[in-house]
């Protein structure tokens, strides 16, 4: 019996083809393989409004991932949206809020990975930059557009977090967002800033593994072992808090 891991699912709307406006429950599939190359086995988790039904989803899994989207509604950190934001999806905000609070009060390890670290910083009470362009000092390209494997910037890692354990002071990222942390939430430490002091990662203080990376590692995964490692690490820790036996 393998590890079952959750990954959070958006709704796609289909702009063409047979059903234009046809509504369908996805995830990008690199999470699917990134997930089953470092040992777990993927499930998408929907969309849901139900919160019992969220905490079954959570009951169901033995860790999270977290996956990249659309921009977090401004209102749940207390914004009003400024022109540069992206258009909202409140009913995945609340649903993924809704779905972290149950997975982490349940003890499972989580990976949040873009959309994800910011709705985990959110959920726990941080804020967000609704765009780049109102950090002042970031003058890094944060939006490599494209070959979305290929490493684009580095980052500086802070030494006695779970990231500085794989990776030491630095790494190569790439990068595909175009809003940031603002105001890291109580009980979360920065973990790793791009070289514009931009917040790259969080992580959870104590012993649970919750972590949120800015990057698409599993956008790299298949090519850079050093990203498919970052899975295997959130895998090594589901294996732990779920107290079962390796079985691949
Ligand atoms: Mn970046």
């Not at 609070?101 to 349940?106: A, N, P, R």
């Not at 994800?116 to 910083?121: S, Y």
């Not at 557009?145 to 354990?165: A, E």
């Amino acid at each position: 019996m393998g590890f079952l891991i959750g990954i959070s699912g958006s709704i796609i709307v289909d702009q063409g083809g047979r059903f234009p406006g046809y509504k369908r429950a996805y995830v990008n599939n690199d999470y699917i393989e990134s997930t089953a190359l470092s040992g777990g086995v993927p499930f998408i988790l929907p969309v849901l409004k139900d919160e019992e039904m969220i905490k079954a989803q959570a009951e169901s899994i033995d860790g999270l991932i977290l996956s990249g989207g659309q921009d977090v509604n401004p209102l749940l950190y207390g914004e009003e949206p400024t022109t540069k934001t992206g258009s909202p999806f409140l009913a995945r905000d609340q649903s993924e809020q809704l779905l972290l609070k149950h997975v982490i009060d349940q003890g499972k390890p989580v990976l949040a990975i873009c959309r994800g670290l910011q709705i985990l910083n959110v959920a726990y009470g941080g804020t967000l930059y609704q765009d780049m362009s109102d950090i002042k000092e970031a003058f890094i390209k944060h939006d490599q557009y494209n070959n979305t494997s290929d490493p684009s910037h580095s980052i500086m890692i802070k030494d006695g977090t779970r990231l500085h354990d794989l990776y030491g002071n630095q790494a190569l990222i790439n990068s595909f967002h175009h809003q940031a942390i603002k105001d890291v939430a109580p009980g979360f430490e920065v973990s790793a800033w791009a070289k514009d002091g931009v917040i790259e990662a969080i992580e959870k203080q104590g012993d649970q593994f919750v972590v949120g990376v800015q990057w698409h590692p599993e956008m790299m995964a298949k090519q850079h072992i050093s990203m498919l490692n970052l899975f295997k690490l959130f895998m090594e820790h589901v294996k732990q808090s779920a107290g079962k036996k390796v079985s691949i």
